[in-house]
């Protein structure tokens, strides 16, 4: 693993070279961390050259102590990672994004379309703003965060908890203990001003607007048993892209797959990575 700072915060990432190959750029969700992805990386790394970091905040991207007065918007992570990739001299990549990390994705694709080839959602979708739900949902994420503690490591069974959570059939126990770990080491401004910033009515709103105007390829991946970003959610997103065609032919819904497709059924998702990567090698122009 390496350590840079971006925008004053020291950021954590590994980097696994592929000299003169594509560049894969992986960013994870909300109260995560770039180890998700390891599965994922093992099946790729040897074609593409793969990049995995900890959002600010997050994981080992600490800003405990820190005054940082960047937002914590999907927009402003767009910032971070286009910071990363010049620090890097990663001058185009493909971006794929798990939950809030999708969206995060989709922005930074927006805000820099002439460095970023294409996108893959994983988990993440939305545009449609139902106030009672994401108040529900934003009052349970605010007391998750708030009442985090120590003590909950003496807790029998609560590791045990994480790794049956939001997936459809248990990950292995050592997933749900980082799970756990990373859910209790996330710095609490970040953790709840990403939950915040990115569930505004606007920032719904406006994403299958952002979607509709990229010209790069698109693509999402749901799944048929995800509870936190249903699979309605992730089809209504990918219909805004010119690409889903009326069809869905941008879209890809895995059977029996809860929240974290690429824990669940890394080996579909790794084929399908690479399918559209290689089939989208052309980079399109602007201007």
């Not at 070279?17 to 750029?25: D, K, R």
């Not at 989709?106 to 545009?127: D, F, H, K, M």
């Not at 965060?145 to 126990?173: C, M």
């Not at 406006?206 to 991946?221: A, E, G, K, N």
Request: hydrophobic share 40%; glycine share 8%; net charge negative.
């Amino acid at each position: 693993m390496g350590s840079i700072v971006i925008r004053d915060i020291p950021h954590t990432y590994v980097i696994l070279p592929c000299p003169g190959a594509t560049t894969l750029v992986f960013v994870h969700g909300w109260l995560l961390s770039h180890v998700y992805w390891t599965p994922l990386l093992q099946h790729l790394s040897g074609e593409f050259q793969c990049l995995a970091y900890d959002l600010r905040g997050f994981g080992e991207s600490s800003i405990s102590g820190l005054s940082h007065p960047n937002p914590y918007t999907p927009a402003s992570y767009a910032e971070d990672l286009d910071h990363l990739l010049t620090a890097l001299n990663i001058e185009r990549a493909w971006l794929i994004g798990h939950s809030l990390g999708g969206a995060i994705a989709l922005w930074t694709a927006s805000l820099y379309p002439e460095r970023i080839q294409g996108v893959i959602c994983l988990n993440s979708g939305g545009g449609i703003y139902l106030q009672e739900e994401f108040e529900r949902f934003r009052r349970f994420g605010t007391q998750l965060v708030k009442y985090r503690a120590p003590w909950l490591t003496w807790i029998p069974g609560l590791e045990w908890s994480f790794s049956r959570f939001s997936v459809a059939k248990p990950l292995d126990p050592l997933w749900g203990k980082r799970r756990f770990l990373d859910f209790l080491r996330a710095d609490e401004t970040a953790a709840l001003g990403a939950l915040l910033e990115s569930t505004t009515e606007a920032e719904v709103h406006h994403l299958p607007r952002l979607v509709s105007q990229l010209r790069q390829p698109t693509y999402f991946i749901g799944g048929d048993r995800d509870t936190i970003i249903e699979p309605q959610y992730v089809r209504h997103l990918a219909s805004f892209h010119p690409s889903f065609e009326g069809t869905g032919a941008n879209l890809l819904e895995l059977s029996n797959c809860g929240h974290f497709a690429m824990l669940e059924q890394t080996t579909i998702v790794a084929n399908f990575v690479r399918q559209w990567v290689t089939q989208r090698q052309r980079v399109p122009s602007y201007g």
